[in-house]
């Protein structure tokens, strides 16, 4: 595993690590018609980019959670992009009660070995809006990762 992709799985480990509530029973769209100002973060090693976005006003309408902060149970900007993995994957995606996508990861582990790989060994956890370490997100963007 090179060097970038240890800080990619660093950025997507189980929320848990930095205090997030029942992070594995979250699951919300990470659909980008949800989404504003996204930019890549990274590739993995099978090419899927993982992205961090803002949520945008109609994710905020939706839900409090779009855009609220990590202490307050709220959903994380960043991972993997629906349509992403809709066009590589289209059995790994669902639609919401609203009508967003989201991913569904047992098949998206089933489907991706290198996405298996990460989430069965621990060192990560990818899920619809994909709860990310945001501790080492701000350690990573203030300091040399």
């Not at 594995?24 to 989404?35: K, P």
Request: glycine share 6%; charged share 20%.
């Amino acid at each position: 595993m090179n060097n970038l992709t240890r800080v990619i799985v660093a950025f997507i480990m189980i929320a848990s690590t930095s205090g997030a509530q029942n992070t594995l029973n979250v699951e919300y769209s990470s659909d980008n018609r949800l989404m504003k100002n996204v930019v890549t973060v990274g590739v993995l090693e099978n090419d899927m980019v993982i992205h961090g976005w803002e949520w945008n006003d109609i994710a905020k309408a939706l839900d409090i959670k779009y855009g609220a902060p990590e202490e307050d149970g709220g959903y994380l900007p960043a991972g993997l992009i629906a349509q992403d993995v809709q066009a590589r994957y289209p059995d790994a995606i669902e639609v919401d009660n609203n009508g967003y996508l989201k991913i569904i990861l047992p098949v998206l582990m089933e489907r991706d070995e290198i996405i298996a790989s990460l989430v069965l060994s621990g060192d990560a956890s990818i899920i619809a809006g994909n709860w990310l370490a945001m501790r080492f997100l701000r350690d990573c963007f203030t300091a040399d990762c």
